[in-house]
């Protein structure tokens, strides 16, 4: 089965890492942590080292280290974080840690949500003992997703170079591998994550794009049905009728109220006054009436 060989980084490793070693592919953290640290971390590295990898291989990777919390509340954070790159990188769930607890279930709601969220089919990461304890591929079958296997056959030996032998990738139905976390490649003095993907660079795009349709351009001349066309008249027709009955009003110079204030040069402003006044000297009588009434009262 033809392979390409990958590395897996985080701000553990140097901002630009990822121009400084040999990989056809490169997975690059982008969020998470285990708990006692920040579940909602956020790799200040990720910008560059996921530019560099797409400049280098056009290969690349994006995960989330799973914290444990609500499933929706992690996803969706990572899928605001990562928003910019979906469809040119595959989406990696990071399923290690107190995460595990939560079981297959909640594992099931994260992929579903990052799924709906972005269209993309995520990649779950997970060592081999709990593929198998939690049987993450039955999971991957129903919901269509992918493994990543972690197994180290080595331990924690040394790893020079991209060397598998000697070694056994022990879930047959993955489509990556971890096989070592203590890997040395020529040009960075550090330890790295060494992985095999099963596949080629255009099998690696499938794992990338996203089934998320880009919006239609509206069409000017698109035609609508008899029922939207009878719709639209109803309301033209409606809306015509009331701006004439207000455009009539508008326009009318007689004297609406019979109060002397015709209304020759369209000026409400004078019938208006006019009104205001009448009411105001109303006002005035109706006072002196009542003062007349309070002085007889008193008088009294």
């Known amino acids: 089965m033809a392979s390409i060989r990958g590395i897996d980084v985080s701000s553990n490793q140097p901002a630009d890492i990822c121009s400084m070693v040999d990989y ?5 953290k982008a969020t998470g942590n285990p708990p006692g640290y920040a579940w909602n971390y956020k ?3 990720m910008e560059q080292q996921v530019g560099d990898a797409l400049a280098k291989t056009g290969c690349a990777g994006l995960y989330h280290f799973t914290f444990g919390r609500e499933a929706k509340e992690e996803a969706d954070f990572f899928c605001d974080t990562v928003s910019a790159y979906v469809g040119r990188v595959m989406l990696v769930i990071d399923y290690e840690g107190q995460a595990t607890g939560n079981g297959r279930e909640w594992l099931r709601e994260f ?10 089919k995520p990649v779950v990461y997970a060592s081999s ?5 939690q049987d993450l ?9 992918s493994l990543w296997s972690a197994n180290y056959w080595r331990g924690y030996d040394t790893v020079y170079g991209y060397d598998t032998s000697g070694m056994k990738q022990d879930i047959p139905s993955s489509a990556l591998w971890q096989f070592t976390s203590q890997g040395i490649l020529d040009g960075y003095d550090g330890y790295l994550d060494l992985d095999l993907f099963y596949g080629d660079y255009d099998a690696w795009q499938k794992y990338c794009a996203s089934s998320k349709a880009e919006p239609a351009e ?3 001349d698109d035609d609508m049905t008899n029922d939207q066309a009878s719709q639209l008249n109803a309301i033209y027709d409606a809306c015509a009728g009331w701006m004439q009955a207000t455009y009539n009003e508008v326009m ?5 109220t019979g109060r002397g204030c015709e209304m020759k040069d369209h000026d409400h402003i004078k019938w208006i006054a006019a009104a205001v006044k009448e009411n105001a000297d109303a006002i005035e009588a109706l006072d002196a009436k009542l003062d007349s009434i309070i002085d007889k009262l008193s008088g009294e």
Do not use: H, M
């Open 137 to 145: 591929e039955s999971l991957a079958e129903e919901e269509d997703l």
């Open 111 to 120: 992929a579903q949500r990052i799924v709906y969220r972005t269209g993309v």
């Open 129 to 133: 003992s709990v593929i198998r304890d």
């Open 252 to 256: 009318r110079t007689d004297d609406p």
């Open 24 to 28: 056809d592919f490169a997975i690059v």
């Open 43 to 45: 790799n200040p590295y």
């Open 218 to 220: 509206p069409k000017e």
